[in-house]
């Protein structure tokens, strides 16, 4: 009989410790979940510099967040839409780069890809290009063929682990326009935590891909400041769908660094040009520029 009991007492001691052990990883499991979702850092915000008469002085409907990394400090217009998700458009470019130099499914920013004959929009797209001219000039058919290199599987894998935007790349037939078609989006929020990894070089990629992405994201430098990002344009091309625009990036002016994403509504030729007259005019106003 007292077998008995001793061997109750043991599987009720055992079931117990299963149990507790089971819920405690049940508990941080659920933390993990929580601190991926939450902003990196504690931020204040400047109510003092007002960006919307740039807005209304250019007749433009949209929105724009800048981070003061060294003053921890968020400038921003239109804080809603600054939350809210858009197609990633170009802006994807920053990654697909990533990934395809990561992959090595071209060896670096000269190498070349051939043009397939196909007459596109833009003239400049319609010959050889390597990395850097296709980036500069935001060439649609040469990234789509380091889409199709790199796979549905590889880059469905990519995006999740770096949590980029909704990390929706559709189907396997979508793996050449997903960021095209408005599957992948990204809210300006995100964006600049995207870009504060990059910068930071915490993210999941070797320093030399790392280093040659930042390089060809250059699109400014000067004794005073550089200027690194990528333009975006959804629905370029259709008089049916909502045109969104794109500019985000960093400004570096010393030792210091200032995020930006700004996002607008495209509605006629010449919107797309005051996605980075918009952006200048904020930095003006924050004596940056």
């Known amino acids: 009989m007292n077998r008995i009991v001793r061997f109750a007492i043991i599987v009720f001691v055992t079931f117990c410790c299963i149990v507790s052990i089971l819920f405690q990883a049940q508990q941080s499991n659920a933390t993990i979940q929580k601190l991926a979702f939450e902003p990196p850092a ?5 109510r003092n510099i007002n960006f919307s008469r740039h807005f209304r002085d250019l007749g433009v409907k949209g929105s724009i967040l800048i981070y003061d990394s060294n003053n921890n400090l968020v400038l921003q217009h239109n804080p809603q839409r600054n939350k809210t998700a858009f197609p990633a458009a170009s802006t994807f470019k920053i990654l697909n780069s990533l990934i395809s130099l990561e992959t090595k499914v071209i060896t670096n920013e000269i190498a070349v890809l051939t043009w397939d004959g196909i007459q596109r929009e833009l003239p400049g797209w319609n010959r050889d290009l390597n990395m850097r001219e296709a980036f500069k000039i935001s060439a649609v ?3 789509q063929v ?3 290199r790199v796979g549905y599987e590889r880059m469905q894998q990519w995006v999740t682990q770096i949590k980029y935007g909704n990390q929706n790349i559709g189907r396997k037939e979508d793996i050449d326009r ?13 964006q600049i935590q995207f870009l504060r990894r990059l910068y930071n070089n915490d993210l999941p990629f070797s320093e030399q891909s790392l280093s040659i992405v930042k390089d060809i994201m250059i699109n400014e430098r000067t004794p005073q400041y550089t200027i690194g990002g990528k333009t975006g344009w959804y629905g370029f091309g259709s008089k049916v769908t909502q ?4 500019y985000i ?3 570096e002016k010393g030792n210091k660094t200032y995020f930006f994403a700004t996002n607008i509504d495209i509605r006629n030729e010449k919107d797309p040009a005051l996605r980075m007259e918009l952006t200048r005019r904020c930095f003006k106003d924050m004596a940056v520029l």
């Open 178 to 190: 997903f960021w095209l078609n408005g599957l992948l989006k990204i809210t300006p929020q995100q």
């Open 42 to 46: 504690r931020v204040s915000i400047d």
């Open 146 to 148: 380091l889409a199709r």
């Open 141 to 143: 058919w040469f990234y």
């Open 243 to 246: 045109n969104i625009g794109w």
């Open 249 to 251: 990036g960093y400004l």
